[in-house]
């Protein structure tokens, strides 16, 4: 396993491509329900529906705390035009930092996030789901997506859900995902602050 994450760019034209990628390897898994958290594993789990035969799509909003922070701050202008060297030893920096915390963090998963009720509304369904794919851009801690499956499973109590993403960025996350296109990698995806030609 690399000590570094490898940053990788997506842009605009690739993104359908890799999508569809991910969308083949979940394919044989035949999902009834596809859930795609907002905003990044939204964008993937639409690109993705076609290729899944269309099942029922349903998107969430579950964000942490630090995310909602960042996007608070509008540093969009800023991130951008730093160098790219810069970035990418903000973004090592960033999961490094994350990692860290969580190894002497004890609290449990989803314990910082408000709006549970929220999201067991959006999570309740009149019919019943087998087969349930939680779809997210990237997964570090896992506690993104660890929210939504425990949300699932009050509400679908019979349903397997399996969490399919692009990219996982930490060495040793504590929620492996099902589907992965890419280990310890930091992608920069056309709405990432620090995207390619963003400015």
Same mark, same amino acid.
């Given at each position: 396993? @690399?000590?570094? +994450?490898?940053?990788?760019?997506? $842009?605009?034209?690739?993104? =359908?491509?890799?999508?569809?990628?991910?969308?083949?390897?979940?394919? #044989? %898994?035949? +999902?009834? $329900?596809?859930?795609?958290?907002?905003?990044?594993?939204? @964008?993937?789990?639409?690109?993705?529906?076609?290729?899944?035969? *269309?099942?029922? %799509?349903?998107?969430?909003? =579950? *964000?942490?705390?630090?995310?909602?922070?960042?996007?608070?701050?509008?540093?969009?202008? =800023?991130? !951008? /035009?730093?160098? @790219?060297?810069?970035?990418?030893?903000? &973004?090592?920096?960033?999961?490094?930092?994350?990692?860290?915390?969580? &190894?002497?963090? /004890?609290?449990?998963?989803?314990?910082?996030?408000?709006?549970?009720?929220?999201?067991?509304?959006? $999570?309740?369904? !009149?019919?019943?789901?087998?087969?349930?794919?939680?779809?997210?851009?990237?997964? #570090?801690?896992?506690?993104?997506?660890?929210?939504?499956?425990?949300?699932?499973?009050?509400?679908?109590?019979?349903?397997?859900?399996?969490?399919?993403?692009?990219? !996982?960025?930490?060495?040793? +996350?504590?929620? @492996?995902?099902? %589907?992965?296109?890419? #280990? /310890?990698?930091?992608? &920069?995806? +056309?709405?990432? $602050?620090?995207?390619?030609?963003? !400015?």
């Amino acid at each position: 396993m @690399r000590s570094r +994450p490898v940053c990788m760019d997506v $842009l605009s034209h690739d993104f =359908v491509e890799i999508c569809l990628e991910l969308a083949a390897t979940v394919h #044989d %898994y035949a +999902p009834d $329900l596809v859930i795609g958290i907002e905003r990044g594993g939204a @964008r993937v789990a639409e690109e993705m529906l076609e290729a899944l035969g *269309q099942p029922e %799509y349903v998107a969430v909003r =579950v *964000q942490r705390p630090g995310t909602q922070a960042k996007s608070s701050l509008r540093l969009g202008g =800023v991130i !951008s /035009r730093l160098p @790219r060297i810069v970035t990418e030893h903000l &973004r090592w920096l960033e999961v490094e930092v994350r990692e860290q915390a969580l &190894r002497t963090d /004890r609290s449990p998963a989803g314990a910082e996030w408000a709006g549970s009720d929220e999201l067991l509304s959006a $999570l309740t369904f !009149s019919r019943s789901f087998q087969r349930i794919v939680v779809v997210d851009d990237t997964i #570090d801690s896992g506690r993104t997506v660890t929210v939504v499956r425990e949300a699932l499973r009050r509400t679908c109590p019979g349903a397997e859900v399996r969490i399919a993403v692009l990219a !996982s960025t930490w060495r040793n +996350p504590p929620v @492996r995902p099902d %589907y992965c296109l890419h #280990d /310890r990698t930091l992608l &920069r995806l +056309p709405w990432s $602050l620090d995207a390619v030609g963003r !400015s």
